[in-house]
């Protein structure tokens, strides 16, 4: 499927911060507490303000904070403010864009447009409401990391280009305050893709977004670090079973807990590529999240010898060609895999930082020699938790790819743990060309 030309003059992207409001919890409702950020005129206020009006009127997406990831945000009812988005991205004009609503009030007016020629309400009074069978989900998990599927109704006043013409609209209401204030301010749904350039892994600071779409966009929202890490949830109710289409923020055994979701099925494809061979070929990947490296994902608890072995192997092998080696670990691997020699230096020790250091390395050069190799080592460990995990995963793929790394090691994390861990390996698998199981050399 074709994506949007790349070509868009250049223009100068600026990142404002609202670290303050990003962190506030607003005193009373978010219209409150709209009306009394604007009435003390603050620098933070104001970028809001100019955020909206953009949004509002220009055709150009803004960058803007969420719980989950950063959002690129566009006026879901104007058509040439969403073509922007996928403009900006370079994304597949296929892949539909989630609605972000700051109230139910907002999703019932996106189900219930105007009649085409009468300036009425609705249909013959029967007014369209949200199907019960998503009520136990909203109760429990709105406003929050989770994306349900809504009929689109006829005369809908979404732009077309947000649902890639499905007969569904994807719609979420998102915990953080900040993306609600912003949506409030705007006066209108919002369609916000995640705010990474297209098959980059989502953005979970301002600085990604600036890396991926500077001179594409006007303007981004700084309001630090994202909290969840990975995207929402996204179910679709309106099938029988109902099902998930993407694990995110919201855990599936959470989902399976609710009167009407017990059989749940899970509609998303969850492999890596399996190939035997690294693959060097662009063209033999298929990946979502993918930094410019390869990456090897090992299943968790593989065997810590086959995992050395394996690593040695392609440490050792001139073919791979991997000068600079990525490993990112999670809850049982050591320091650089134990490879770092006695006089590097100490890591840094905090969660989700880059350490690096080098190592010589001696390979089989022809059948009768041997040469040397100096290899540069990067090592970032994420932590323990998985909500840590999460919340580090894309921003060190990133930090490998800055370093320009070439093959990128990682310690995959069980799927069956519940909440959040099925979601950050099925992110570890679109971004990997291959998974090395438990057991497989
Ligand atoms: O956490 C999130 O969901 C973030 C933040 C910014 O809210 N947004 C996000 O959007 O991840 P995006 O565009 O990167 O992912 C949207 C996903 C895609 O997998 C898309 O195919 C699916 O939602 N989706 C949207 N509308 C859909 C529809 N009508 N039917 C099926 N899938 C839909
Ligand atoms: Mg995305």
Redesign the pocket.
């Known amino acids: 499927m074709a994506a949007f030309s790349p070509s868009i003059s250049p223009r100068e992207t600026r990142v404002l911060p609202v670290h303050r409001l990003n962190n506030a919890s607003p005193p009373g409702s978010i219209a409150e507490w709209w009306a009394s950020e604007q009435k003390s005129g603050s620098a933070e206020a104001a970028a809001v303000a100019e955020a909206a009006e953009l949004l509002r009127t220009g055709n150009t997406p803004v960058g803007f904070p ?1 719980e ?4 690129l945000g566009a006026d879901a009812t104007r058509s040439p403010a969403v073509q922007g988005i996928y403009r900006a991205k370079q994304r597949p004009l296929d ?4 609605v ?1 609503v700051d109230s139910e009030e907002m999703i019932e007016s996106l189900l219930n447009p105007p009649a085409a020629n009468s300036g009425t309400n609705g249909t013959n009074n029967t007014k369209r409401k949200i199907p019960d069978i998503y009520r136990p989900l909203i109760e429990r998990f709105w406003p929050g ?1 989770l ?1 349900i ?1 809504l009929p689109n109704p006829p005369n809908s006043i979404l732009a077309p280009e947000v ?1 890639a013409k ?1 007969h ?3 719609v ?1 209401m ?1 915990s953080s305050p900040f993306a609600r204030l912003l949506i409030h301010a705007t006066g209108r749904p919002l369609a ?4 990474n350039a297209s098959t980059k892994p ?1 953005p979970t600071t301002a600085q990604h977004v600036y890396h991926d779409l500077q001179g594409r966009i006007d303007l981004i929202l700084d309001g630090g670090p994202c909290g969840v890490g990975v ?2 949830t ?1 179910v ?1 109710g309106l099938s029988s079973p109902p099902a998930i ?2 694990p ?2 919201v855990g599936i055994e959470e989902i399976r807990a609710c009167p009407g979701w017990e059989n749940v099925r899970k509609a998303y494809k969850d492999e890596a590529l399996q190939l035997k061979e690294i693959p060097r070929a662009p063209g033999m990947k298929y990946r979502h999240y993918s930094p410019k490296a390869d990456v090897v994902l090992f299943e968790a608890g593989s065997n810590p010898a086959s995992i050395s072995r394996r690593v040695n192997a392609d440490l050792r092998n001139t073919a791979v060609g991997a000068k600079k080696v990525g490993i990112i670990r999670t809850r049982t691997w050591e320091y650089g895999l134990g490879l770092a020699p006695p006089s590097s230096p100490p890591p840094s020790g905090e969660i989700g930082s880059l350490s690096s250091f080098t190592l010589e390395v001696e390979y089989l050069h022809t059948t009768h020699s041997t040469a040397k190799a100096t290899k540069t080592i990067y090592d970032v460990h994420l932590g323990q938790k998985t909500e840590d995990i999460a919340r580090g995963l894309f921003a060190a793929l990133r930090a490998m790819d800055v370093e320009n790394v070439d093959i990128i090691y990682v310690e995959g994390i069980p799927d069956n743990e519940g909440e959040l861990a099925a979601a950050v390996m099925n992110r570890l698998r679109k971004a990997a060309e291959v998974e090395i199981r438990k057991g497989q050399a």
């Open positions: 969420t989950t990831v950063y959002g892949n539909p864009l989630i972000h990391p994306t599927l649902t499905l569904t609209f994807g979420r998102p916000a893709p995640s705010a989502s995207e929402s996204v679709d289409l993407r995110g923020g």
